[in-house]
């Protein structure tokens, strides 16, 4: 009886050996399809960053608009910008309705419909600012654009998802909701 079940041992034993052997040669296999070349095809590309131009401008040619003095988030530059870019769009009905779809889209969450500070991300996540303070108000439309372009201290910064134009049409806007709170 003992031999019979030593004879059966050994033979699970070999079996899994042969188990772990195949799993083992299974992997190496895997492993080694998996680094060959033609895998990487797909990832080693020519690509370009997500939001950059899929050409690439022709050497020392300048947009139709204009280039757009350096920008950036700190308030200082924010406050130069004011002083040195003017507003190039006309404030008609169509900017502002304009502005006022893209504030809705854009802003609205964290300022509120009316920009009041009164989103529905204030308290979450980020601290509520009012767009009709005295100070806000009194700054020039270009700190305004700056701000919607290069962000703030928590605000994020717009330049990738909306377009030169579309950014005045939101001062536009904010312009003509503080002219709204103010009369009201
Ligand atoms: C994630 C929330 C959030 C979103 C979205 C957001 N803002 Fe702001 N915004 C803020 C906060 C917070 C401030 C306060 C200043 C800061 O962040 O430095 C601010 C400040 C501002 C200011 C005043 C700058 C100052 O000196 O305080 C303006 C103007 C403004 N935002 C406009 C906009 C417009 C227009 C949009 C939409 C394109 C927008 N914001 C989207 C959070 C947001």
Known sequence: MAKVCRQHAGIRGRVWHLVGLSLGLGLLGVAVVH????????YWQPEREAGTAARPPVANSVPTTGIE???????TERIKAGLRV????ASSPQSIQNGQELFRIYCAMCHGEQGRGDGQMVGKVVPSSDLHTERIRNQKDGYLYATIRSGGLVMPAYQHAISTTERWDLVNYVRHLQQQGQSQ
């Open 86 to 89: 003017r507003n190039p769009v």
């Open 69 to 75: 003095p350096p920008m950036s988030s700190r308030i």
């Open 35 to 42: 680094a060959l070349p033609w895998n990487d095809d797909m």
